[in-house]
Nanobody, 115 residues
Framework: QVQLVESGGGLVQPGGSLRLSCTVSGIQFKMYDMRWYRQAPGEQRELVAAITRYDATSYADSVKGRFTISRDNAKKTVSRQMNNLKPGDTDVYYC?????????WGQGTQVTVSS
């Protein structure tokens, strides 16, 4: 059974930091490209950051310089460090694993940036 379990979300003040993690089981993690998405109620999911199986990274313009994505193949975990958080970063964040035609999603973790 494939599972992607996100953790690390919560409430943080503007300017603060959070580190989200997504731990994967049931697949050959090192073969998968990993991505983080965000989704607001009633909106489509938006790609925030990605890391390929070759460790190439990319980011949405809105988070460049503030978010850093990384992966640990031994721990089957992809993480995202989020610094200088803004109220506009408030959303549910999802991780996604993709390899060829196979893709899997986590259940999401809420991030709320508010004073």
């Amino acid at each position: 059974q494939v599972q992607l379990v996100e953790s690390g979300g919560g409430l943080v003040q503007p300017g603060g930091s959070l580190r989200l993690s997504c731990t994967v089981s049931g697949i050959q993690f090192k073969m998968y490209d990993m991505r983080w998405y965000r989704q607001a109620p009633g909106e489509q999911r938006e790609l925030v950051a990605a890391i390929t199986r070759y460790d190439a990274t990319s980011y949405a313009d809105s988070v460049k310089g503030r978010f850093t994505i990384s992966r640990d193949n031994a721990k089957k975990t992809v993480s995202r460090q989020m610094n200088n958080l803004k109220p506009g970063d408030t959303d549910v964040y999802y991780c996604r694993a993709k390899f060829l035609s196979s893709e899997y999603w986590g259940q999401g973790t809420q991030v709320t940036v508010s004073s």
